[in-house]
């Protein structure tokens, strides 16, 4: 029988067992070398973030386990979700590798969520000097690098050559050097009757692409050591311009409601559609759009600073170490055979059949690995179709000029801080140097929270 | 109930020694409870006193508390994000609660009228809320389209252009208020019982004292029914100030719209969830949980106080 007192004491035990499991933190495990200075050809490696693989990622994950038979795969193939990961890693249950964005290594490095690997690199002969100096750059914090860079995605203006034709421009005027020049053709390209608009001439794509209006306007969002610099008049002056070119346009509201009816991947798709005169997106959309409407007239030209040189805006994405991984060893493996020069010719391989199969044409891959992306041109990207292959090679030209966000311990609270502030003043809720300036307030704060 | 069993007195009102049946009977019963205590204990009681324990901690998840005293507190009272999503979150709920009860009880009458029927239309109306909140917060992000969504279509067939539900700040939460009516069928089941409770012989007495089918609306069925209603108010408020599905999901989660946050959007989970999984600040996101915890006390409190004058309690009063 269960007396009242049995029942409070166990009550109690119960209770201080779940507090004190939820207070604990961590502790135990670190994941430190000494288990981890195997040779990684055995155990199991699970993973988390890494999606579901399509072909480039499944000829990649057959690489690994061709090369190293006796280490047991578990890929969770759901995205990124920091929920789930700091659950695991708190618990002391974490995955021996997690695959998450470049810009979020800084705040993850911060809080120790993921472990530095220089010892590591050098053990399982891991060539840094192999990857892109940008990536590399981006998960480096405090001189330690925290991860494996892995794709690497650039921006460019793709354009509509029917709209262009139709408002009787030329690839010169849409242009992002003459900001002047630029507010006319979008506001030429630009099409809508009744409040409904039917074609945006131009998209700056911001909030997300901000980083770029600002560095054509020789600013940038994040200063070399980390510290937020969203206030810079350059940066004001860069978000007020793109927000002119959305008030042209409809204004927020509608352009926005407007743009979220494109069927982005599908046959009828903005182009397609003629929904859009141009924009600024990154490279993976032409093999999107190769796919789903080969016959479009896509045109494309590099975005420019405001003195006419070409630049680009980089991210992707990078495999790190958490904190208590258990076989750190096959995890370091698993990072050099994912993004070593012969896998990725193998993942080409198979995104070349996958193109045969379909009779498309392939329209590159771009990698944190600069050797792998030369010899994958070299050996698949053939001259096609005439838009899509000037296309093609302004991404791959821009992968030699592309910059990055400067890595921050804080980079996800300044990311979150600016990014609110182009939307408050998207939605008129404030104007630019005020949300802006908010902006470096709270960005300044946390900085200053984990410096 | 299960506090009724356990404080129960080991003798009768009149001193006996209670009988060996219903010591059995008590047994029965904390074997039936008993599951449900340790999981109240483990996985709602353990949690709440361990995030009140953080709440006064500097705790990222990764490293181990620091005690940081009333510092997480003192910080809630200066933090505008704090303010702005507690305004989002009350303005939706007086926006959401009565036009959900409103809608529900108005679909609950037309059922209790249907008759044969009304099994299907039952099924019909609570199938919604088998819906994931992600896939109708989704589907609606389409249908509330400020420029080609069905809502506004409608609206333009009767001469109205409908406006920017799901990016014109000032129409968020209106558009999210609506979105929520999606699942309002739970709450037309509750009362659509409850309207079979009350009995026919007082509708027939009041027609006969003359009562229009409004008066006899307002002064038998709401009394009758008071009891459910106040039931779907208490509950709905709840709900409503703990919004995060939907909202999540149109203004902030989905890839596309991750960069896309929109303060009119920003509700108190929101904010919490943001401060704990995104920027690892679990002990203010305690913190901010505990204060939660107390509004909705007192605005439940204040419910419960101000319900006494209005809800009829069958058997408690003449």
Redesign the interface.
């Known amino acids: 029988?269960?007396t009242?007192r049995g029942?409070l004491v166990g009550?109690a035990g119960?209770?201080a067992?779940?507090?004190a499991s939820?207070?604990?933190?961590?502790?135990g495990s670190t994941g430190g070398g000494g288990k981890g200075a195997g040779k990684g050809d055995a155990g199991s490696l699970s993973t988390q973030g890494f999606g579901k693989p399509d072909d480039v990622g499944q000829a990649r994950i057959d690489a690994f386990k061709s090369a190293y038979p006796n280490v047991r795969v578990n890929l969770n193939e759901g995205?990124f979700d920091?929920?789930q990961f700091?659950?695991a890693?708190?618990s002391g249950n974490p995955p021996d590798l997690v695959y998450l964005d470049r810009d979020l290594v800084g705040?993850y490095a911060a809080?120790?969520?993921i472990q530095p690997l220089d010892d590591r690199i050098a053990r399982a002969g891991i060539d840094t000097g192999a990857y892109r100096p940008t990536a590399l750059k981006e998960v480096t914090v405090d001189g330690k690098v925290y991860g494996i860079p892995e794709f690497y995605n650039t921006r460019n203006i793709l354009v509509n050559g029917k709209a262009l034709k139709d408002a009787g421009l030329s690839l010169a005027d849409v242009s992002t050097t003459d900001w002047n020049k630029l507010h006319s053709s979008a506001a030429k390209l630009y099409k809508a009757s009744g409040?409904?608009?039917s074609r945006i001439g131009f998209d700056p794509k911001v909030?997300?692409f901000l980083p770029l209006w600002a560095k054509a306007n020789g600013a940038d969002l994040v200063n070399a050591d980390g510290s937020p610099n969203l206030d810079d008049p350059k940066i004001i002056e860069a978000l007020t311009y793109a927000l002119s070119l959305i008030d042209e346009q409809g204004g927020?509201?509608?352009f926005?409601?407007?743009r979220?009816?494109w069927d982005l991947f599908g046959a009828g798709n903005e182009f397609k559609k003629d929904q859009v005169g141009a924009f600024i997106w990154e490279g993976w959309l032409v093999n999107v759009l190769v796919q789903s409407s080969p016959d479009i007239d896509l045109q494309s030209t590099p975005f420019t600073d405001r003195q006419g040189r070409p630049i680009s805006f980089e991210n992707g994405s990078a495999w790190c170490l958490p904190?208590g991984a258990k076989n750190p060893a096959a995890a370091l493996n698993w990072m050099k055979v994912m993004t070593s020069t012969d896998t990725w010719l193998k993942a080409a391989a198979a995104r070349e059949a996958t193109v045969q199969k379909n009779k498309s044409i392939f329209t590159g891959l771009f990698t944190a690995n600069p050797a792998a992306d030369q010899q994958i041109k070299a050996n698949y990207v053939k001259p096609g179709r005439t838009g899509f292959d000037t296309a093609i090679q302004n991404y791959y030209a821009s992968t030699e000029f592309a910059f990055a966000i400067a890595p921050s311990k804080a980079g996800?609270?300044i990311k979150?801080a600016w990014?609110?502030a182009v939307?408050?003043a998207l939605?008129?809720?404030q104007k630019p140097d005020a949300a802006m300036k908010q902006a470096q307030s709270e960005a300044g704060k946390?900085f200053s929270a984990v410096k | 109930m299960a506090i009724s069993i356990l404080t129960a007195p080991r003798r009768g009102a009149r001193g006996r020694v209670r009988p060996k049946r219903n010591r059995q009977e008590t047994r029965a019963a904390y074997g039936f409870i008993g599951l449900w205590i340790v999981g109240f204990v483990v996985f709602t009681l353990g949690p709440m006193i361990a995030s009140l324990v953080l709440s006064f901690t500097d705790y990222n998840a990764i490293d181990s508390p620091k005690n940081v005293g009333a510092e997480n507190y003192r910080q809630l009272l200066h933090d505008p994000k704090v303010a702005k999503a507690l305004g989002n979150t009350l303005i939706y709920a007086v926006m959401y609660v009565p036009t959900a009860m409103a809608v529900a009880l108005g679909l609950a009458l037309i059922l209790n009228r249907v008759g044969r029927a009304s099994g299907f239309f039952r099924t019909v109306f609570y199938l919604p809320v088998m819906t994931p909140p992600v896939a109708a917060g989704a589907l609606f992000l389409l249908l509330l389209n400020g420029q080609q969504g069905l809502l506004n279509r409608v609206l333009r067939l009767a001469g109205i252009v409908g406006p920017s539900w799901t990016t014109d700040t000032a129409w968020v939460k209106p558009g999210l208020a609506i979105t929520m009516l999606w699942g309002v069928g739970g709450m037309v089941v509750i009362y659509l019982a409850a309207l079979r409770q009350v009995p026919k012989d007082l509708y027939e007495a009041a027609a006969l004292d003359g009562a229009g089918a409004w008066m006899r609306f307002r002064r038998v069925t709401l009394p009758m029914i008071s009891g459910a209603l106040f039931f779907t108010l208490i509950v709905q408020t709840i709900y409503a100030l703990q919004m995060f599905d939907q909202a999540y999901t149109m203004f902030f989660g989905a890839q596309e719209n991750s960069t896309y946050s929109n303060d009119a959007a920003l509700f108190y989970i929101i904010y919490l969830f943001q401060e704990a999984f995104q920027f690892l600040h679990m002990g203010y996101a305690s913190a901010l949980a505990w204060l939660l915890f107390l509004i909705i006390m007192i605005i439940t409190v204040v419910q419960v106080r101000v319900s006494r004058r209005f809800v009829y309690y069958e058997g408690e009063r003449d």
Do not use: H, Y
């Open positions: 029988m269960i009242r029942f009550s119960v209770l067992l779940s507090a939820a207070c604990g933190g961590v502790g995205d920091a929920q700091l659950s890693v708190a705040t809080k120790g969520a409040g409904k608009i909030p997300e927020w509201s509608k926005k409601a407007f979220d009816t904190k996800n609270e979150t990014q609110d939307n408050r939605s008129g809720q946390a």
